[in-house]
């Protein structure tokens, strides 16, 4: 298996713009999660969905954010509009199974907005 | 909530040096202990893991046991390699759920 798979790796919008960002989980596997890492933060839990259904948003910074997953192999994180202090790495994640305990990690996309 | 802190980086060895990073944890129940690293440009993968109090998880020379009576998860390798380099997480799931909560990370830079 590929692994989970996110695009862009990088993306460079100017403030006020839409921007979304993609995830593949890997085949098969239940969960995904949505994570945003910054220098200040840390790795914060921004929404995960257990088989297309969204379980917990409680992180999702604001309004602006937006999470859908239409099916079992692909999931969006959309922020519109978009601020500068939206610049971080986000990171999918999936895992095989509801109380899994092991979770896989794409590559991120590091979004920068000027 | 629960939450999870780790020592503060960076983190500088030669190599064959002995390593070992801090991690605390505060839960409400008994959760699962992980250790995650990252190495540059790349995602999280899991490193090892432990489930319940005096586990010892290992992988890669690395080991870690869960101490429930202080709270601890300390990563230790005996002798670090410049490929250990990377960014090393601690992290915490509760009990019935599937939030990883992490700690903020350890620069760990091994010089040869």
């Known amino acids: 298996d590929a692994g989970v798979i996110q695009s862009p790796r990088h993306e460079v919008t100017e403030m006020g713009q839409e921007v979304t960002l993609r995830c593949k989980p890997i085949?098969?596997?239940?969960?995904l999660f949505w994570y945003r890492q910054t220098m200040m933060r840390g790795l914060e839990l921004l929404i995960y969905?257990?088989?297309?259904?969204?379980?917990?948003d409680s992180g999702m910074p604001e309004d602006r954010f937006s999470a859908k997953m239409p099916n079992a192999s692909f999931s969006t994180l959309k922020i519109q509009p978009s601020e500068p202090r939206d610049s971080a790495v986000y990171f999918c994640a999936s895992s095989p199974r509801r109380g899994s305990t092991e979770a896989f990690f794409g590559q991120g996309t590091r979004l920068t907005v000027v | 909530g629960d939450s999870v802190t780790q020592m503060e980086g960076p983190v500088t060895l030669s190599e064959e040096a002995f390593l070992t990073i801090n991690c605390t944890y505060t839960?409400?129940?008994?959760?699962?202990l992980f250790w995650y690293v990252q190495y540059p440009g790349e995602g999280l993968q899991l490193l090892l893991k432990?489930?319940?109090?005096?586990d010892k998880g290992s992988n890669k020379g690395f080991e870690a046991t869960y101490r429930k009576e202080t709270t601890s998860f300390h990563l230790e390798k005996g002798s670090v390699q410049v490929s250990d380099s990377a960014v090393y997480f601690c992290a915490l799931i509760e009990g019935g759920s599937e939030k990883l909560v992490f700690g903020k990370g350890t620069k760990l830079t091994v010089n040869p």
């Open positions: 839960a409400t129940g008994y959760p699962s």
């Open positions: 432990a489930t319940k109090a005096d």
């Open positions: 085949s098969g596997h239940n969960s």
């Open positions: 969905f257990n088989n297309n259904v969204p379980i917990d």
